[in-house]
């Protein structure tokens, strides 16, 4: 079992043109830096990414979007990035917006075997348009489908050979979820150990879901809102 | 008329010890700034975050600690991150007692409209839809009327909806609604503005009971 790789261009090395791609992160808390970073070198180009927002201008999913490499964007909130509106009122990209908490459970539903869900959320709005209703104890449920995707590119804090994933604070978000969702799962941890050094008690993501692991280098963690109040 | 903050304030009567809350952007967040001196309100972020705290002192903010707005925040002793389908897995199952939001406009059967304007910039509905699908108990912060005078309160949306028949109270500048079987019911009036202004200012099915005190603050 051979799962680390040497940093994120050898592996992303085979990601293809017209490729459908779920990347963890919300906001730019929790993003795969390092796998976005290959990507945009690589120039693979027409791909649909699974994010829950679309980066700014000059970081993040941004970045892929300057480059024209984005196809389609499926999302519950983007619009962040003056790139992005342009490319989508010119017709350039296509862009799917989801219910947040229906993006996160296509996710789930791909990671646990499930071919679809049941959920509340858009009955009665125009993200019911074309979906089956079903009716449980009187309410009305959409049939969402589980994802389909390529690749998943997660960010963890601390991972193992085994690729094992422990994530820190909210930058876990969507991360676990398409760790499990991806057909080939590529993780880049903050720091990488030895199988054996994580508890086993305190590990978030097992690593039968990760099939690449690399540790990322010169993280930016750029905070999109910084709030703060002054010390007394 | 109330303010942003009054509204607010105003929302934060209807806090309960115990209970879980989550704050929609905007006047809701500041909700936050009222909760009652010995209340103990547990903040969901749907994010992966209950137990939100205050934003932390300049120096101390961490990247990857945010809420939903991705703003810079801290958590309180006993707080828990879980990731986002666990997030929405709460709000859906029904764990969250109160739901907080803004709204552009909301109908007399509870409808409500905040995530799409026609001919503008869609930004998309974040996790409002989830919210709105499966809360039991949510709360509108709204401005009464838009700059041109015209009711947000109506009959039926006009907006894209973001859910049918889930608005339960509406705290606007002018008063304070419950959403029951008949429409609006007045609940409360703002200090300074009388039933007829409030009248005035409806469109959707407006129920006026016998009395309509005005707002305690």
Redesign the interface.
Known sequence: MQKVYANADEAIADIHDGATLMLGGFGLCGIPENGIAALVRSGVKDLTCISNNAGVDDFGIGLMLQTKQVKKMISSYVGENAEFERQLLSGELEVELIPQGTLATRCMAAGYGMPAVFTPAGVGTEVAEGKEIRTFNGKDYLMEMAFDADFALVKAWKGDTHGNLIFKATARNFNPLMAMAGKVTIAEVEELVPAGSLDPDQIHTPGIYVHRIFEGTNYEKRIEQRTVKPRI | MLTKEQIAQRIAKELKDGMYVNLGIGIPTLVANYIPEGMTITLQ?????LGMG????????????????????TTIPGSV?????M???M??AGKVDLTVLGAMEVADNG?IANWKIPGK??????????LV??AKNIIVAMQHTSRDGASKLLKECTL?????QCVTKVVSNLGVFDIEAEGFVLRERAPGISVSEIVEATEGRLVVPDQVPEMQF
Do not use: H, Y
Request: hydrophobic share 40%; net charge negative.
């Open positions: 972020s749907e994010n992966g975050l205050p934003f932390p002192f300049e120096g101390d903010e961490d990247p990857d600690l945010i809420n939903a707005g991705k703003q810079t925040i991150f879980f990731d986002s389908a997030s929405f897995g709000i859906r409808d910039m869609v930004k998309g509905m974040g996790g409002a839809m989830d699908a499966s894209p909806i973001t859910g049918l």
